[in-house]
T-cell receptor
Framework: GAVVSQHPSWVICKSGTSVKIECRSL??????MFWYRQFPKQSLMLMAT?????????EQGVEKDKFLINHASLTLSTLTVTSAHPEDSSFYIC??????????????FGPGTRLTVT | AQKITQTQPGMFVQEKEAVTLDCTYD???????LFWYKQPSSGEMIFLIY??????QNATEGRYSLNFQKARKSANLVISASQLGDSAMYFC?????????????FGAGTRLFVKA
């Protein structure tokens, strides 16, 4: 099956620093990738939709200047948490939708990145 | 706007018995897909089953079946012959078509506990 990787799998950073998380589709091209955040024992909350070559679409309430998303190629999207604070500590999951996919298509999830801000 | 509701925060089932996890949804898009995912404690999202809005028959995948009642806007997951390894968090999700930008939103989830 299709594989999506995320790097790093976990990261600890100090408050005020920035952290970049990479999401790669390893064996397929993905025009669209999604970034989710999941707090402990809660559901996945969609943060933004990332489209290759264009600006990301952020969900209401998500600060676009704080969570910078870049989708520079059909296999790579990055999420940068700028000036991280302890409340940004969470599990970040990316998901990739194969190009030419539709409502019926399965999307593939990365294994997630656990961010802890101290 | 699309909406997914899972009203069962936790469910218990005896090993080898069947269990139904509830999911209701709301959308104005006639074209949509409904998904169920399993998330064990490791955090990975495991795809279980898919139902399309135009599918006439209920989807089945091994021990998983989806009880799709379109008029009621419900898409309940049925797990037959529960196993200890089925203990996990289960999420119902929906993706709309073009009008929804293909984004998928998730319900609050149901934690399933399988008892030996």
């Amino acid at each position: 099956g299709a594989v999506v990787s995320q790097h790093p799998s976990w990261v600890i950073c100090k408050s005020g620093t920035s952290v970049k998380i990479e999401c790669r589709s390893l064996d397929f091209q993905a025009t669209t990738m999604f970034w989710y955040r999941q707090f402990p024992k809660q559901s996945l909350m969609l943060m933004a939709t990332s489209n290759e070559g264009s600006k990301a679409t952020y969900e209401q309430g998500v600060e676009k200047d704080k969570f910078l998303i870049n989708h520079a190629s059909l296999t790579l999207s990055t999420l940068t948490v700028t000036s991280a604070h302890p409340e940004d500590s969470s599990f970040y999951i990316c998901s990739a939708l194969p190009s030419l996919a539709g409502a019926r298509s399965e999307q593939y999830f990365g294994p997630g990145t656990r961010l802890t801000v101290t | 706007a699309q909406k997914i509701t899972q009203t069962q925060p936790g469910m218990f089932v005896q090993e080898k018995e069947a269990v139904t996890l509830d999911c209701t949804y709301d959308t104005s898009d006639p074209s949509y897909g409904l998904f169920w995912y399993k998330q064990p404690s490791s955090g990975e999202m495991i795809f279980l089953i898919y139902q399309g809005s135009y599918d006439q028959q209920n989807a089945t995948e091994g021990r998983y079946s989806l009880n799709f009642q379109k008029a009621r806007k419900s898409a309940n997951l049925v797990i037959s012959a529960s196993q200890l390894g089925d203990s996990a968090m289960y999420f119902c999700a929906m993706r709309e078509g073009w009008t929804g930008g293909f984004k998928t939103i998730f319900g609050a989830g149901t934690r399933l506990f399988v008892k030996a």
